[in-house]
């Protein structure tokens, strides 16, 4: 399979959270991809706004086409010095402040998560400061915002997220998925990265079995699935190694570039 589209997560895939390290084959093979006219993306659970600062000059040089972030709420094509938006599915208000009103009287913090910005009334709060270590900490919110915002970040263990569905708070439409023993992110239930995979892929009229996708986490598990071939990081959970087509090193191992190495693609 010659892929013409190829998505990378970043956590764990392109970097190391906890210490900011991506391999500079990475960057190479990026950039050789980019040479021989293959589309590269960038599939996140992070917002635009929180992506590292290597990344956002990645993009500025041209290396990535598109992303889909937010896990797939919030999908754009990169053009010069601008971004052309290819979808965005947003959260209703009404919903948004019920959930809120909920998790605040419980005093569970939550943030608000747009394309542009991560909002929480309490961004100091201890499970937050943990739980985005490597990531960034959320800006205060204001009381009353127009913005649209398209997932909630609930920092609540697994037994008050649990309370909260039989409370029947959270509509059948929509699902949390957890990333850290104090967060889950909260989000439409067929959002996920492969929503926006599909949307990028329909934006560029490429079949979703002509493109690639690497990640290691909960949230690319739908990616990995949709795209022709998934790779998976050595260390990554163990349904996404189950699910994956293959299975490549670590980030300090050169995953990324060994494995567009294994596939002819450099």
């Known amino acids: 399979m010659k892929a013409k589209l190829i998505f990378f997560d970043i956590d764990q895939t392109l970097h190391r959270k906890q210490t900011g390290y991506m391999p500079e084959s990475a960057k190479i093979a990026i950039k050789r991809l980019r040479e021989k ?30 992303t889909a972030a937010i896990n797939g709420q919030y999908n754009c094509e990169f053009e010069r010095n601008s971004v052309k938006e290819i979808s ?32 929480s009334f309490e961004p100091a709060h201890s499970r937050i400061i943990e ?3 490597g990531i960034g900490l959320p800006k205060l919110l204001a009381e009353k915002t127009e913005i ?46 492969s929503r926006g995979v599909l949307d990028i892929c329909n934006y560029y009229g490429i079949a979703p079995d002509e493109t690639m996708a690497f990640g290691d986490g909960h949230n ?5 699935k ?4 998934g790779v998976a990081m050595k260390d990554g959970k163990e349904e996404i190694l189950a699910a994956a087509d293959y299975i490549t090193g670590t980030v300090e191992e050169d995953g990324i570039y060994n494995a567009l190495k294994y596939f002819g693609l450099l």
Not at 46 to 66: E, K, Q, T, V
Not at 103 to 115: D, K, L
Not at 149 to 155: A, D, E, G, T
Not at 220 to 224: C, V
Request: charged content about 20%; hydrophobic content about 40%; aromatic content about 12%.
């Open 220 to 224: 690319d598990l739908e990616m990995i």
């Open 37 to 66: 006219k293959i589309l590269t993306a960038i599939a996140s659970g992070r917002s635009p706004a929180m992506y590292p600062s290597y990344l956002i000059s990645m993009i500025r040089d041209g290396d990535f086409s598109a």
């Open 148 to 193: 649209p915002f398209y997932q909630l970040l609930i920092y609540a263990e697994e037994a008050e997220i649990k309370q909260a569905e039989m409370d029947l708070l959270f509509p059948d439409d929509y699902e949390t998925m957890r990333w850290h023993k104090y967060c889950v992110d909260f989000l439409h239930r067929n959002g996920a990265k």
């Open 88 to 119: 965005a599915y947003s959260i209703p208000q009404s919903l948004i402040g019920k959930i809120t009103q909920y998790f605040q009287a419980r005093e569970i913090p939550i943030a608000q998560v747009s394309n542009e910005k991560i909002l």
């Open 131 to 133: 739980a985005m270590q």
């Open 226 to 229: 949709t795209a022709g071939i």
